[in-house]
């Protein structure tokens, strides 16, 4: 006769007791199916919103960390353009790279040759933001030149992506 085990949950719901570190406590989730494009904006401007790329979620405990992962399927037009993606915990950049310049973000491509250019951008990032209060993070898009298009190809309708967002409450 074979044994079953059935369960709800391994880790309890209010996370794992405090030094057993590392369970998920909630996860929240967002996908943008919809095309977007991005006109060009200069290096010390404030990047779009990805629209659709955006998580609110109450912390259950201000020890908590969050791992965010971020998935975009993305095309720049231009030749010599640099893109460039963030996310941010409400106002702030989470995403800001060596030297403190928060122009930039962790997941980058640079189109140097003569033709446009389509890579998936992702990151994970792994955020403290000490508070048992609603947060929001979102994502931004940016590029020097041209277009950045998410989820299509320029001029292509037919090859069509998706782009995520995941939040995850870890218990510390």
């Known amino acids: 006769m074979a044994s079953e ?7 309890p719901t209010d ?12 996860i929240k989730y967002a996908i943008k199916t919809a095309t977007q494009s991005i006109a060009s904006v200069g290096y010390n401007d404030t ?3 990805v629209t659709g790329l955006s998580v ?4 259950k405990f201000s020890t908590s960390k969050f791992l965010v ?13 640099a893109t460039t993606f963030r996310i941010y915990r409400g106002s702030t950049n989470i995403t800001v790279g060596g030297g403190g310049d928060n122009r930039h973000g962790a997941a980058a491509f640079y189109n140097s040759n003569n033709t446009a250019m389509g890579v998936p951008a992702s990151m994970n990032v792994l955020d403290s933001p000490a508070t048992t209060s609603a947060i929001t993070y979102k994502v ?8 950045l298009w998410i989820n299509r190809l320029p001029g292509d309708s037919s090859w069509n992506t998706i782009s995520t967002l995941t939040v995850m409450e870890v218990s510390a």
């Open 5 to 11: 085990l059935r369960v709800d949950k391994i880790v």
């Open 69 to 81: 992962q971020m998935h975009i399927g993305c095309h720049g037009t231009t030749n010599n353009a």
């Open 47 to 49: 990047p779009p919103d």
């Open 56 to 59: 609110s979620i109450t912390p």
């Open 140 to 147: 931004t898009g940016f590029t020097n030149a041209g277009t």
């Open 15 to 26: 996370g794992v007791p405090t030094g057993g570190g590392g369970g998920i406590v909630q």
